[in-house]
Nanobody, 126 residues
Framework: QVQLVESGGGLVQAGGSLRLSCATSGRTFYAMGWFRQAPGKEREVVAIIRWSTGYTYYGESVKGRFTLSSDNAKNTVYLQMSSLNPGDTAVYYC?????????????????????WGQGTQVTVSS
């Protein structure tokens, strides 16, 4: 049974940091992604990592502030978020892809992912 278990969300002041974790079990995946959805907005991609190459992609709004990493032994990916601002307030979801794409671009879309975590709330106060 595939499981994605997220942790690490919470309330933080602007300028602060948080680290989200997503632990997976049940199988291996070609890519993992973090997405977020703020109230009244569409879900957007935050960051992607491809397991085979370790290649990472970041959305423009988080580039330079968020860092994605993985611990293959623990089947866990981490999203280190720094310099947080109220615009980062959202529910954050991790997702796992079983489909292989030779390039990273397709993994920016929600449709590339087969499994999703339950979501974790991140709230940044001003």
């Amino acid at each position: 049974q595939v499981q994605l278990v997220e942790s690490g969300g919470g309330l933080v002041q602007a300028g602060g940091s948080l680290r989200l974790s997503c632990a997976t079990s049940g199988r291996t995946f070609y890519a993992m992604g973090w997405f977020r959805q703020a109230p009244g907005k569409e879900r957007e991609v935050v960051a992607i990592i491809r397991w085979s190459t370790g290649y990472t992609y970041y959305g423009e709004s988080v580039k330079g502030r968020f860092t994605l990493s993985s611990d293959n032994a623990k089947n866990t990916v981490y999203l280190q978020m720094s310099s947080l601002n109220p615009g980062d307030t959202a529910v954050y979801y991790c997702a796992a892809a079983t489909k292989y794409y030779g390039v990273t671009y397709p993994y920016r879309a929600e449709s590339a992912y087969d499994y999703w975590g339950q979501g974790t709330q991140v709230t940044v106060s001003s």
